[in-house]
């Protein structure tokens, strides 16, 4: 069964420091997202994206964040200067079409130094 | 804005026993959808189970089923025969089914323990 899969598992930075967080979506998705989980906390929407532009972005995701699939591929979320409350596990999710199900990827666990 | 709402932050049943987890929901919408997932130790999340706001029917999926009330804005998971497998965090969830709205509004969750 097709997966969405998420690289790398676990990434170390240092506060200030960019980070680049990589989704491979399942291959005829076209329908991209973003979530965070905080530890202990809920799961938060931050973006969705189509036809490569955002069409929904949360109040978290704000200039420090971006987005994009730079070789139609991979579906990548850009952290320009890492801050300490950046710390979270990042999930990303595809789906298929707008409304249908979105597959969640097995997480990206961020820690800022 | 949909709010999420589940109150109880850990539960546990006895192994092949039923147990039911509760979640309420808020939104001004009609036409929504609304999800239960699962979150095993390992992380990824998993869809258990999925209702349209437009079907009277309670969704079931094998052992999981649903007690969706619109009217009360309830929607609860039970789980039938539980395994040591259901063990997890459980998150129910809210999507709206206007196709400009795409983002999934998650509850806080339920840790869920089954004791063998």
């Known amino acids: 069964e097709p997966e969405v899969t998420q690289t790398p598992s676990h990434q170390v930075t240092q506060m200030g420091q960019e980070v680049i967080l990589r989704c491979v979506p399942i291959?005829?998705?076209?329908?991209f997202y973003w979530y965070r989980q905080i530890l202990g906390q809920k799961v938060e929407f931050l973006v969705s994206?189509?036809?490569?532009?955002?069409?929904?972005k949360s109040e978290i995701f704000d200039d420090q964040f971006s987005v994009e699939r730079p070789d139609g591929s991979n579906f990548t979320l850009k952290i320009r200067s890492t801050k300490l409350e950046d710390s979270a596990m990042y999930f990303c999710?595809?789906?298929?079409?707008?409304?249908?199900?979105?597959?969640f990827g097995p997480g990206t666990r961020l820690t800022v130094l | 804005a949909q709010t999420v709402t589940q109150s109880q932050p850990e539960m546990s049943v006895q192994e092949a026993e039923t147990v039911t987890l509760s979640c309420t929901y808020d939104?001004?919408?009609?036409?929504?959808?609304l999800f239960w997932y699962k979150q095993p130790p390992s992380r990824q999340m998993i869809l258990v189970i999925r209702?349209?706001?437009?079907?009277?029917q309670n969704a079931t999926e094998n052992r999981f089923s649903v007690n969706f009330q619109k009217a009360a804005k309830s929607f609860s998971l039970k789980i039938s025969d539980s395994q040591l497998g259901d063990a997890a965090m459980y998150f129910c969830?809210?999507?709206?089914?206007?196709?400009?709205?795409?983002?999934?509004?998650f509850g806080t969750g339920t840790k869920l323990q089954v004791i063998p």
């Open positions: 999710a595809t789906g298929l079409a707008v409304l249908n199900e979105q597959f």
């Open positions: 291959s005829n998705h076209l329908y």
């Open positions: 994206f189509y036809n490569n532009e955002i069409s929904e």
């Open positions: 939104t001004s919408e009609s036409d929504y959808y």
């Open positions: 209702q349209e706001a437009y079907k009277q």
């Open positions: 969830a809210y999507r709206s089914a206007s196709g400009g709205y795409q983002k999934v509004t």
